[in-house]
């Protein structure tokens, strides 16, 4: 999920001839607002209602990520579905990490990525594993939560 508004701040008209400039965030940086980044990041909007249907509640636990690995996958059949869906369970993991780990927070890459970094300097790709999930069931969520904290 490339969120490219996050890392980048708009100047104001008139320096650069009248238009916009972007001042790039510092790579490596937490973003300037966490908890409202962290905010927007778990909306999972779409998880949330699949979860919702079949019964599940998202309560941003390690439990809930075990809840979403027993959902039947009735979204792999439809190929506009299966990414916004691995996005949002990608980033939903995330949730749970930054939630419940110690140290750890959302980082927006400079092309606009959302990763977790982990207290030890680690950076977990969590929309790969996402999709990885959404396709094919493997790494479960839980599987992928209990690695990362963990480490």
Known sequence: MNLPFLGHRHKKHGDDGGAPARAEASVGEPPADPEAVAALLSECELLRSQAARAGVRL????????????????????????????????????????RTVPGAGWLIRPDGEPVVRLASGREVEVAGAGQDWAASGVPELSQMYAEIAET
Do not use: C, I, K, M
Request: charged share 30%; proline share 8%.
């Open 59 to 98: 309560d941003d636990t390690p439990a809930s990520l075990e809840a979403l690995d027993q959902l039947v996958p009735r979204w792999r059949d439809d190929a506009e579905f299966l990414p916004r869906l691995g996005n949002d369970a990608g980033l939903y993991l995330g949730t749970v990490v930054v």
